[in-house]
């Protein structure tokens, strides 16, 4: 195991996930790993752009490499108790998608 238990990266920059209160999810997470007594196990990070755009605020976590999309800042409480500290992720807020970039493509603008 390395130095952190988890590394969980919060897309913060990127076209969309800033429009999207990704900097609220990011400090939501954060919060709720310190008030669950995990921040010695729990690294967090704000990310550059995660390849998903439109399908965010992205969260991803490792080593588990477990994606979360559509993150709202009341899910993160969610996420540490039943992820971080259950061991099983949050399924209605998994992202499952192919390998590689999945940017929803931006609709024509009139």
Known sequence: ????ER???VC??????PTQNSKDV???LRTAVVEAGLKGSVRMN???CLGQCGHGPMVVVY???VWYANVQPED???IVAEHFVGG????SLRYVAPPGDNKVPELPTS
Do not use: L, N, W
């Open 1 to 4: 195991m390395g130095q952190y």
């Open 7 to 9: 590394h969980v990266f």
């Open 12 to 17: 913060t920059s990127g076209k969309t996930c």
């Open 26 to 28: 990011f400090s939501a």
């Open 46 to 48: 704000g990310a550059g």
């Open 63 to 65: 080593p588990e490499d």
């Open 76 to 78: 993160a409480a969610r």
């Open 88 to 91: 099983i992720p949050v399924e």
